[in-house]
């Protein structure tokens, strides 16, 4: 069983923020920002800082870039409006991969109007172990993908904390390599042969967040639906729905107690790319992204996020997830568990962080290293 490392290189943050950040200013320092009254307005707040990136996984070897990350606020906001934040990231590896990612997250009219995107294109090796809750280590496959994701939501408020809007999704994926005699090989599977999908639906989103990127109080709940169609452009008919509850608690302690409930259901000729997974940076950390997947999915996590000295803080976690073909078929007994524990490192004073963790679980040992919390 392969093992993955990934290794960002953010020892001496603090120096590496000195000495790549370019802030443009056109107020007051942050510490000002904090302490402006609540009433008031503030004028135009610009800030850029770019970090470096590398990483080693067995898969693609050595990786190296850069991310950029531009925080701002218009004139005439207040201090309870969230900023809006921009984020190109670009790596490439000694494999002559190319990864690629430009994501932006835009509040608008003292946060009635939320705008969030993202264009992704990555030429990156994958682990393929088959479908369903109980698929064996020996039925691992690599596969390269080759993937062209675009999503973009947008939602305005129509009572107090909530929300209502649309999600569109897209996907163009090639896959140019596989193993010789393995399941994707046979293109039994839907999906092994690539995917074209496109989909647009609803969501409902609930947010009482405090902080959008570290919260400490608060909830976050997010509904959507997106049917994917022929009709939109995409190669197959199916659906996907997706529950994502979330809350915030303080006062335990020293620290913050984030809880997660994540369940995903799939109705119709999914490929398996879009199957719901178990796995990854996010979700189920201590498992290969997609070591698990099927039609539907449940995943309950949990994070406690305390402070250490200064900008650097801790956290400890844990997992435990299942998919099944069928709701019915979901069984105490059958969840995978995992846990861990990892770092933190306060990039800003708006709250954006750069984690370090270590994972644990039946499948070994696995290191993650990521810019924001999981959840």
């Not at 009433?39 to 950029?68: C, H, M």
């Not at 932006?104 to 939320?114: F, G, S, Y």
């Not at 999503?151 to 909530?162: C, D, M, S």
């Not at 039946?362 to 999981?374: D, I, K, R, V």
């Amino acid at each position: 069983m392969k093992t993955r490392l990934l290794v960002l290189v953010c020892a001496a943050m603090s120096l590496v923020s000195s000495a790549f950040a370019q802030n443009t200013q056109e107020t007051a320092p942050d510490s000002a920002l904090q302490t402006t009254p609540a009433d008031s307005v503030a004028p135009a707040y610009r800030k850029w800082n770019i970090y470096p990136v590398a990483y080693y996984t067995p898969e693609t070897q050595f990786g190296f870039g850069t991310k950029l990350v531009h925080v701002r606020k218009s004139k005439g906001t207040l201090p309870t409006d969230r900023p809006d934040l921009y984020s190109p990231t670009l790596v490439y590896t000694t494999r002559k991969q190319i990864l690629t990612s430009l994501s932006a997250d835009v509040w608008r009219k003292h946060n009635d109007q939320h705008l969030h995107t993202q264009l992704e294109y990555s030429d990156y090796p994958y682990f393929f172990f088959g479908i369903g809750n109980e698929s064996p280590d020996d039925a691992e496959e690599a596969y390269t993908s080759r993937t062209i994701n675009f999503y973009g939501q947008l939602e305005r408020k129509i009572f107090k904390k909530v929300y209502l809007g649309a999600r569109y999704e897209f996907k163009k994926e090639t896959i140019p390599e596989v193993e010789p005699g393995g399941q994707l090989a046979q293109k039994s599977i839907v999906g092994s042969e690539g995917v074209v999908a496109s989909g647009l639906g609803p969501m409902l989103m609930i947010d009482s967040r405090n902080n959008v990127y570290t919260p400490s109080t608060g909830d976050y709940h997010q509904f959507s639906a997106v049917f994917f169609g022929k009709y939109l452009g995409g190669e197959d008919n199916f659906t996907r729905y997706k529950l994502d509850l979330r809350k915030y608690m303080s006062g335990l302690g020293p620290g913050v107690l984030a809880v997660q409930g994540l369940f995903t259901f799939t109705v119709g000729d999914a490929p398996f790319q879009f199957l719901a997974p178990l796995g990854g940076v996010n979700v189920m950390r201590g498992f290969l992204e997609g070591r698990f997947r099927d039609e539907d999915a449940a995943v309950v996590q949990a994070d406690y996020r305390f402070p250490i000295k200064g900008r650097i803080g801790g956290a400890v976690f844990g997992g435990a997830g299942q998919v099944s073909k069928r709701i019915p078929d979901f069984a105490l007994n059958q969840f995978h568990l995992s846990g861990g524990a990892g770092l933190r490192y306060k990039l800003n004073n708006e709250g954006m962080v750069v984690r370090g963790d270590v994972a644990f679980s039946n499948q070994g040992m696995y290191l993650y290293f990521a810019f924001a919390e999981a959840f």
